[in-house]
C-alpha cells in the first residue's frame, strides 16, 4: 500500500514562499498523475494543482496560477509544490494525492489514503 508523507509547510508572511514536498512510499508512483489538495479551517479539501507521470503536463487552480509550481522526481517517488508570493487566503493544510488511471490531470480523482498533510500559515 502506497504511504503519502507531505513536508515543508510553515508560517511565512505574505508575499514569501515556501516548498512543499510528497514522499511516497510502499510502491512507485512514477506512473501516476500527482496532485496537492488544501483544506482551510472550516471549508472542503480543494483540488489546487497536478501534473502528469511524465512532468510535462500541469494544471493548476485560477487562484494559484502564476504563483504555485509542481514538478516531480519519479526517481524518488516525491512531487513538489513551490509556493511563491503567498496570501493568507493560502492558508490551509496541504495535501498530495494519486490518480493512477487519470488521463485528464484536471480531472484526476485521489485514489490514495490521505497523509497526514503539512500546515501552512500565511500571515498579513
Known amino acids: 500500500q502506497v504511504r503519502l508523507a507531505e513536508s515543508g509547510g510553515g508560517l511565512v508572511q505574505a508575499g514569501g514562499s515556501l516548498r512543499l514536498s510528497c514522499a511516497a512510499s510502499g510502491r512507485s508512483t512514477s506512473t501516476y498523475a500527482m496532485g496537492w489538495f488544501r483544506q482551510a479551517p472550516g471549508k472542503e479539501r480543494e483540488f489546487v494543482a497536478a501534473i502528469g507521470w511524465t512532468g510535462g503536463n500541469t494544471y493548476y487552480k485560477d487562484s494559484i496560477k502564476g504563483r504555485f509550481t509542481i514538478s516531480r522526481d519519479n526517481a524518488k517517488n516525491t512531487v513538489y509544490l513551490q509556493m511563491n508570493s503567498l496570501k493568507p487566503e493560502d492558508t490551509a493544510v496541504y495535501y498530495c494525492?494519486?490518480?493512477?488511471?487519470?488521463?485528464?490531470?484536471?480531472?484526476?480523482?485521489?485514489?490514495?489514503?490521505w497523509g497526514q498533510g503539512t500546515q501552512v500559515t500565511v500571515s498579513s
Open positions: 494525492n494519486a490518480d493512477p488511471r487519470a488521463t485528464v490531470i484536471a480531472t484526476m480523482r485521489p485514489a490514495l489514503p
